[in-house]
C-alpha cells in the first residue's frame, strides 16, 4: 500500500522528470512536504492539450466523477489487479490516468523491542525524484478533483517491510501512460514496467507516524531516510 510519501527535493528537481511548458508549472516553488497523508491536497501530472505534460491538484484520496458524497471507503490507493474492475477505478482508469511526483513514501513495521510501529522512509539510489502511477477525476456536482495512487504485490526488496508497494512507473512509459487515447487492453502491460526494484530503505524516528508533521513550522528534514536514518 502506499498511505504516506514524501516531497522534499526542489519543484526544479521534480519538473525534470516531465515536459512542463505553461510558465506556472515551471515557476512553482512548492514547500517541502515530509509526511504527505492521504485527503491532502497534492500536485499530480496529465497530459497537456499540446501534447505536453500538466500540473493538476487535487485531493489525494479519488472521488469518482458520478459520487454524490466524498466517499469514506478508502480511495487513496488503487489495487492493479482490480484497477480496471473496481466501479470506483475503472471509468478513470480507461481515460483519466496521471503521474504523482514523489522522492520516497513510507513503511511500517512491528518494533521488536516494543510492539510500538517503527516507519522506514523508501527511495530511490541517489534519492531521485519518480512517479507513482495513478488516476484522476473531476466530480462537477462537488466540485472536487482527486486522485489516487495505483499499488501492486511488493517485490524485492520491498517485501521485507510489506506485501504490496506503490507502483512506480519507469520513465519511458509515462507519455504512453497518459495519452488519454492509449487502449484500454494495453494499460496492464505498461503496468507491468516499474522501477520498484531499485529501492532502498532507512528507518527513521517515529514522528513521522503523526501526520500533523506537516502542519507544524519546524524544519523536519532530519526525519526522513536520506538525510537522518536511525
Request: hydrophobic share 35%.
Amino acid at each position: 500500500m502506499c498511505g504516506r510519501y514524501t516531497r522534499y527535493l526542489p519543484w526544479s528537481e521534480i519538473h525534470r522528470l516531465y515536459r512542463l511548458t505553461s510558465p506556472a508549472d515551471i515557476g512553482r516553488n512548492d514547500a517541502p512536504r515530509y509526511n504527505i497523508a492521504p485527503t491532502d491536497e497534492v500536485p499530480f501530472i496529465t497530459a497537456a492539450d499540446d501534447g505536453n505534460h500538466k500540473v493538476r491538484t487535487g485531493r489525494w484520496w479519488l472521488v469518482p466523477f458520478w459520487a454524490k458524497e466524498i466517499p469514506k471507503a478508502p480511495m487513496f490507493n488503487a489495487r492493479v489487479e482490480t484497477v480496471d474492475t473496481t466501479p470506483a477505478f475503472r471509468d478513470a482508469f480507461k481515460s483519466k490516468r496521471c503521474l504523482v511526483p514523489a522522492d520516497g513514501f513510507y513503511e511500517w513495521t512491528k518494533s521488536p523491542a516494543d510492539g510500538g510501529k517503527d516507519p522506514w522512509h523508501i527511495f530511490l539510489p541517489d534519492h531521485a525524484p519518480f512517479s507513482f502511477a495513478g488516476l484522476w477525476a473531476y466530480n462537477m456536482t462537488l466540485d472536487v478533483t482527486s486522485c489516487t495512487i495505483i499499488t501492486e504485490p511488493a517485490g524485492e526488496p520491498m517485501r521485507q517491510l510489506h506485501d504490496r508497494q506503490p507502483l512506480i512507473l519507469d520513465p519511458a512509459y509515462y507519455d504512453a501512460w497518459l495519452n488519454p487515447e492509449m487502449p484500454a487492453g494495453d494499460l496492464k502491460e505498461l503496468l507491468s514496467h516499474d522501477i520498484d526494484d531499485q529501492l532502498q530503505f532507512n528507518r527513521v524516528g517515529r514522528e513521522v507516524n503523526s501526520a500533523a508533521i506537516n502542519k507544524q513550522p519546524n524544519d523536519h528534514s532530519g526525519l526522513v531516510g536520506p538525510i537522518n536514518p536511525l
